[in-house]
């Protein structure tokens, strides 16, 4: 028996109604969502670290969803493990027809071409070329991936223009919008407080027009080649770095709040 199918009867142990485990048992789809996303970070967080041991055991925490989640989905008769593996097998045999077709790719850029062909024949049946951005992805991220798809259009600077110059303010829903993008940051979470209060899960006010003039720089940043995601990925990293190395100087003798030691223990 190979590790995948070992992991594969442990997950169906937790799964069993008899001798399983009640926890496991109770979980959804939906309810798991927020382990995927919380795993999926964690994996990246290894990877910026170079850990081989700690990238290790985080791909082995996403595998665990992905396993998980088939476990469940055959308790239901939809599909199994092997059912998902098929499927990603298929795609990327469709979509490498320069390795398992007659296509011809030498470049990146001929690579690109080939997937985005592939991908455009398998999804023909979308009526837009922005459906399957995921709405539940942070803001950046679906800022960033939406810009390509305009670049790739070549709608990028008129797109852009009509957000900044406020011209399609009067046909959005921000309401509806925010309301959407925060069930999506709730599910993910799990913490239903937010939504519950109305507000963003900060309980700051919303300014559509700070956030088109971020988007413009986003923008800018994605025409000359700069990656706005893991360059602001960075600038948190120093933000980091430097809060730490404040917070030892106050735990030396200065409190966060700027009073001494002593004087906060009067």
């Not at 027809?97 to 001929?110: K, N, S, W």
């Not at 991220?141 to 303010?169: P, Q």
Request: overall charge negative; glycine content about 8%.
């Amino acid at each position: 028996m190979t590790s995948v199918a070992e992991l594969v009867a442990v997950v169906d142990r937790l799964l069993d109604p008899e001798h399983g485990c009640v926890w496991n048992r109770e979980q959804t789809h939906a309810s798991l969502a927020r382990y995927a996303v919380e795993e999926t970070y964690e994996l990246v967080d290894a990877i910026d670290g170079d850990d081989t041991d700690e990238l290790r055991e985080e791909l082995g925490d996403v595998l665990y969803q992905v396993v998980l989640h088939a476990g469940i989905a055959a308790r239901e008769g939809r599909f199994d493990l092997d059912d998902v593996a098929d499927t990603v097998r298929e795609k990327m045999q469709r979509r490498h027809p320069h390795v398992f077709g007659d296509e011809e790719a030498h470049t990146v850029e001929d690579v690109i071409r080939v997937w985005r062909a592939a991908k455009a024949a398998e999804k023909s049946g979308r009526t837009s070329a922005f459906s399957g951005v995921p709405r539940a992805m942070p803001p950046l991220e679906r800022a960033v991936k939406l810009l390509e798809r305009l670049e790739e259009r070549g709608d990028l600077h008129a797109a852009v223009a009509s957000v900044t110059d406020g011209t399609v303010l009067d046909r959005v829903d921000l309401d509806a919008d925010l309301s959407a993008d925060l069930s999506a940051e709730v599910e993910a979470s799990g913490d239903g407080t937010a939504a519950a209060a109305g507000g963003t899960s900060s309980g700051s006010r919303v300014d559509a027009a700070w956030g088109a003039g971020m988007l413009a720089e986003v923008a800018v940043a994605h025409e000359e080649g700069i990656d706005p995601v893991a360059s602001l990925r960075a600038a948190v990293a120093m933000l980091e770095v430097a809060g730490r190395e404040i917070e030892g100087g106050a735990s030396t003798g200065r409190t966060l709040a700027g009073e001494s030691a002593a004087d906060a223990a009067v």
